[in-house]
């Protein structure tokens, strides 16, 4: 299986912060990799697929990068609707292996 | 509009079953790869198991040779039966549409099974 593994556990951060998330792969996932944002009794919805592209309708501030084992998650510029739990997750083989996620809270 | 609704949650005593359904509308199950994630509570996301357009069947290691995913095509539901369930199946289980071979794009809302005596 491949492991999935994403720093940090957790994060404190202003409004209007830059802030990056990383997954790392156990072994090269090639692109195969999805961001998800899940918010408090809901359920995740997708951000960024295939490592770096954007799903329609999230904004630009998200943006992700990486290829093979290393990833990362950017979010340009904080806004309060953004504080929620992140996922990184590989589509690359079954299993399809979640991060342990990265809870991003207010400073 | 895509909408996925699961039902079926529920308490049930370890070594219990439970069959979980998921209706679907605004696409069709059957010419889709669907799988279901599950939450424990407080905790991650782990993928449990997926069908693929052409009927083959996965499963996540910890639920294998218990759990059973189906589609049923008239009605455009999924499916997951599951068999002698343990208190670690406690869980919020996720029915989700999964994109071509990629991402997990549509979710429900989510039906919460609780193993316990």
């Known amino acids: 299986d491949i492991q999935m593994t994403q720093s940090p556990s957790s994060l404190s951060a202003s409004v209007g912060d830059r802030v990056t998330i990383t997954c790392r792969a156990s072994?090269?996932?090639?692109?195969?990799l999805n961001w998800y944002q899940q918010k408090p009794g809901k359920a995740p919805k997708v951000l960024v697929y295939?490592?770096?592209s954007l799903q329609s309708g999230v904004p630009s501030r998200f943006s992700g990068s990486g290829s093979g084992t290393d990833f990362t998650l950017t979010i340009s510029s904080l806004q309060p609707e953004d504080f929620a739990t992140y996922y990184c997750?590989?589509?690359?083989?079954?299993?399809?292996?979640f991060g342990q996620g990265t809870k991003l809270e207010i400073k | 509009e895509v909408q996925l609704v699961e039902s079926g949650g529920g308490l049930v005593q370890p070594g219990g079953s439970l069959r979980l359904s998921c209706a679907a509308s605004g696409f069709t199950v059957s010419t889709n790869y669907m799988s279901w994630v599950r939450q424990a509570p407080g905790k991650g996301l782990e993928w449990v198991s997926v069908i693929y357009s052409g009927g083959s069947t996965y499963y996540a290691d910890s639920v294998k040779g218990r759990f059973t995913i189906s589609r049923d095509n008239s009605k455009n539901t999924l499916d997951l039966q599951m068999n002698n369930l343990r208190a670690e199946d406690t869980a919020v289980y996720y029915c989700v549409k999964k994109y071509s071979g990629s991402y997990f794009d549509f979710w429900g809302q989510g039906t919460l099974v609780t193993v316990s005596s």
């Open positions: 295939a490592a770096s």
């Open positions: 072994q090269s996932i090639n692109s195969f």
């Open positions: 997750q590989q589509s690359y083989s079954i299993p399809y292996t």
